[in-house]
């Protein structure tokens, strides 16, 4: 993993509102030999129990939830603007019905046994700590509920401990 190096979570300065919000990011899984991989604007990062974390949300139809459900690991991958278009690619369709990530041309590598890609600029290996289902007696603001989940397909939460963050040399 030479194209990478390992910083500290402290020495971490980018901004999570950027890098989430606006610039995606890939969550990716594996299981049974195979990753699966989704586009994201949703998630954070923080400290929980004493750890730091990244916390994820996944709808109950996305394909990677199953690879994220049958996983304890997971990465976080962030690339620069020039891979806007894979990653839009990559949030519209589903590894169910073809190899997206075959077709993206983005090269699959392992750290600690987590899948991540070589083209990103930053790779977050997480270990899950918890998940549980949205439900929707629990929305304060009902607004967000019925804005956001005309479906009822509530996203699973997971906040998973940050083992390691790489950044590109």
Known sequence: MTIFN???PEEFEQSPFKMIGKDWMLITAEKEG?????TASWGGFGVMWAKNVAYIVIRPQRFTKEFIDQSDTFSLTFFDESFRKTLSYLGAKSGRDEDKIGKSNLTVLHADGIPLFEEANIAILCKKLYAQEYKPECF???????????????????????TKILVKK
């Open 34 to 38: 195979k990753q699966n991989t989704m």
């Open 6 to 8: 390992e910083i500290k």
């Open 140 to 162: 304060i603001a009902q607004d967000l509920n019925e804005k956001w989940y005309l479906d009822k397909d509530h996203h699973t939460l997971y906040i998973a401990e940050v």
